[in-house]
């Protein structure tokens, strides 16, 4: 089944702990982002990918840190995570362009980041 | 820089009702437009797409859209609401423009439905 893996689907840690959430996709897709949502402000981009060794910020990157050594994985790292980083997560996947950006994204099911 | 409104919040119909959510965007070159819905719990799934063949999108769970140039608008409707379409709605749209081909999102419309 073609799709967006998320790990963990909960998570509760304290002020600095550093953490890392998975995500894979076996889709071969190009494209990979990160995405939080919060409550009236829906989906915000922290970063995106796209290709193996090619990320960028989106809009709210503080904070935050991504790899993509490999085309399936691309996991998001709290070096020192705060509580205002609590949030809903979302990754997500696209094959790209040309054709690939009229698919739209695929998502993962989500993580819910809770920093106490 | 690019954006996409998504004009209400909440938007509360009664079951058998016309739902009718809207968006706008900003650009005067047409984007690839989505509409993704995202039901309790659960990540966002598309609904459907724009992609500058037919002006009218029809997507799954009888919801189309509408591509209008004119009003930059890509409004989602559904003639007749079920129980099961209470969720958020969200608008999002890619502009071509600079190769990063990264859709940005409205910040979502929570679809309530009333029996």
């Known amino acids: 089944e073609a799709q967006v893996t998320q790990n963990p689907r909960y998570l509760i840690t304290v002020t600095g702990k550093k953490l890392t959430v998975t995500c894979s996709q076996n889709?071969?897709?190009?494209?990979m982002s990160w995405y939080r949502q919060d409550p009236g402000l829906g989906l915000r981009q922290i970063y995106y990918?796209?290709?193996?060794?090619?990320?960028d910020k989106g809009d709210v990157p503080e904070g935050y840190k991504v790899s993509r050594k490999e085309k399936r994985n691309f996991p998001l790292i709290l070096e020192s995570p705060s509580p205002n980083q609590t949030s809903l997560y979302f990754c997500?996947?696209?094959?790209?362009?040309?054709?690939?950006?009229?698919?739209?994204?695929?998502f993962g099911s989500g993580t819910r980041l809770t920093v106490v | 820089a690019q954006s996409v409104t998504q004009l209400g919040s909440h938007v509360s119909v009664s079951e058998g009702a016309l739902v009718l959510l809207r968006c706008n965007y900003s650009?005067?070159?047409?984007?690839?437009l989505f509409w993704y819905v995202q039901y309790p719990n659960q990540g966002l799934q598309l609904l459907l797409k724009?992609?500058?063949?037919?002006?009218l999108v029809k997507g799954i769970n009888g919801f189309e859209a509408e591509f209008k140039k004119s009003e930059t608008s890509f409004h989602l409707t559904k003639p007749s609401a079920h129980m099961s379409d209470a969720a958020e709605y969200f608008c999002?749209?890619?502009?071509?423009?600079?190769?990063?081909?990264?859709?940005?999102f409205g910040r979502g419309t929570s679809l309530i439905v009333h029996p």
């Open positions: 650009s005067s070159v047409p984007p690839y």
């Open positions: 990918s796209m290709n193996v060794e090619v990320t």
């Open positions: 724009y992609t500058s063949a037919a002006t």
């Open positions: 997500a996947s696209s094959l790209g362009p040309p054709g690939g950006v009229g698919d739209g994204y695929t």
């Open positions: 889709m071969n897709h190009e494209y």
């Open positions: 999002a749209v890619i502009y071509a423009s600079g190769g990063s081909y990264i859709p940005t």
